[in-house]
């Protein structure tokens, strides 16, 4: 649901990064872009928004974001380590002060016997840690990628702002 | 203005990947993830997709893309040559058959003394060619970015269905 009465999360990150003088990069899987998006949505947003890496295929984010094939292999594509290896490795590929990164099934299939529709997990990478929270949402398609990318915009407001 | 009467152009030309059996990567810009997010909106579309760099900065347009700084320095970011690399060298770095790319001047800032607000060059690398085509657009920002998504999925189709 969009905001009607407030900014709108893009904005709200972009304000606070543009004071604070900090960059932000982005790897995404299952959102395909959407957060990079939305973040460069906002006029100006080439004064904080570096670039993102599209890491859709496995092999991409092995060979683009030196996530371990061992790894992937041992926890799945869509998990917690997957998804902390792309944030670290597209902030430091990207020489960002801040990266989110996002693994999910954002459906209609994708499903496994122990990884539900809609699971997701979503990663922030900062010089003063590195935070995944993991979510499961049962919308469809478009409504689980749009609530992945407000999550991770989320998660980098609460950065932001203290809340971490 | 989204097709009402048809499918989305996104639609036409996944399923047309799909039946040929080709993948696709991309090279945003301007549009900052907006032409892949778009393709990943089409379910199974992992089948297709590789995946794709967001080059914001100029930086990441040398660093992740191999764009020349000489070519910038000489013809700007915005420029049919740095289109060219920048498609060249996303099908290269994501092995892919096809890499679409955008460099542009979405607004509402950005124009200069030889380059108007909304000047845009969308790329298309094949292993049989690669084209460039040279749009302005007068729109605000988001009619701009959609503008730019659109004629860089239009140039795939057109490369798909035999038309180039």
Redesign the interface.
């Known amino acids: 649901m969009p905001p009607t009465d407030r900014e709108l999360l893009e904005a709200q990150v972009g304000s606070r990064l543009r004071a604070l003088g900090l960059t932000v990069a982005?790897a995404?899987s299952s959102?395909?872009?959407?957060?990079?998006?939305r973040?460069?949505?906002i006029?100006?947003?080439?004064d904080y928004?570096?670039?993102?890496?599209?890491?859709?295929?496995n092999?991409?984010k092995h060979r683009?974001l030196n996530v371990e094939e061992q790894v992937i292999a041992e926890y799945g594509a869509v998990s917690q380590p997957v998804a902390q290896q792309m944030a670290d490795s597209a902030r430091t590929?990207?020489?960002t002060d801040a990266a989110l990164s996002v693994t999910g099934i954002a459906?209609?299939?994708g499903a496994t016997a122990t990884k539900p529709l809609g699971l997701h997990f979503i990663g922030l990478s900062t010089d003063s840690g590195t935070w995944v929270r993991r979510y499961v949402w049962d919308g469809d398609?478009?409504h689980n990628?749009e609530a992945a990318a407000d999550a991770a915009l989320q998660l980098l407001l609460d950065y932001l702002d203290g809340r971490l």
């Open positions: 982005t995404e959102t395909g872009g959407l957060i990079a998006k973040l460069t949505d006029p100006g947003s080439s928004v570096i670039g993102g890496v599209i890491a859709y295929a092999s991409v683009l590929l990207f020489r459906g209609p299939t398609r478009a990628r």
